[in-house]
């Protein structure tokens, strides 16, 4: 239904395909924040008071969750077009650099107690743009969803806050 509405194509293989698919997250995710919020507060683990920052909290994840995962997952299925799921050669051992320097920065930012996150979060945003000027809209992708895993992994790995986590993403 919403693919034609909006007209986006599977392979999002313009830049009016993500930006409409990109705009279709910014409408559904206060949408589908508000109704966890009023699931959460029905059942319990919300209290009222604590809903509007609850909401800010999961319209914010869903937002970040929508804009990295359902572009990869339309590449992944539109019909001979991803790099994604072409990989081999130098191209492994490339991959591998840029994976490791993702790596090290996440260590770099995270691991260490002298360090503020939040003035060198920004960091881990070098590898994913040179994942997105070697390889395109696809290496954009994988940048996109190796940083939030690299990020999400370390953080929860070091039991950081929650608060911090969203914090981090605005």
């Not at 003035?119 to 070098?126: I, M, Q, S, W």
Request: proline share 4%; glycine share 8%; aromatic share 8%.
């Amino acid at each position: 239904f919403l693919r034609r509405r909006t007209r986006v194509a599977l392979a999002l293989s313009r830049l009016g395909d993500v930006l409409r698919q990109l705009v279709v997250a910014l409408a559904l995710a206060p949408a589908i924040s508000a109704l966890e919020v009023l699931a959460f507060v029905e059942i319990g683990p919300l209290r009222e008071a604590e809903a509007k920052v609850g909401f800010l909290r999961l319209c914010i994840g869903n937002l970040i969750g929508m804009a990295v995962v359902t572009p990869i997952v339309l590449r992944l299925h539109a019909p001979g077009l991803s790099r994604l799921r072409a990989v081999g050669g130098v191209r492994v051992l490339e991959i591998s650099a840029l994976c490791a320097a993702l790596l090290v920065l996440a260590w770099y930012i995270f691991g260490i107690k002298e360090t503020d996150e939040f003035k060198l979060f920004d960091l881990l945003f070098l590898p994913m743009v040179a994942f997105a000027v070697r390889y395109g809209l696809d290496g954009a992708l994988a940048g996109l969803a190796l940083t939030q895993v690299a990020m999400m992994g370390w953080l929860r790995w070091h039991d950081f806050p929650a608060a911090g986590v969203v914090e981090l993403q605005t």
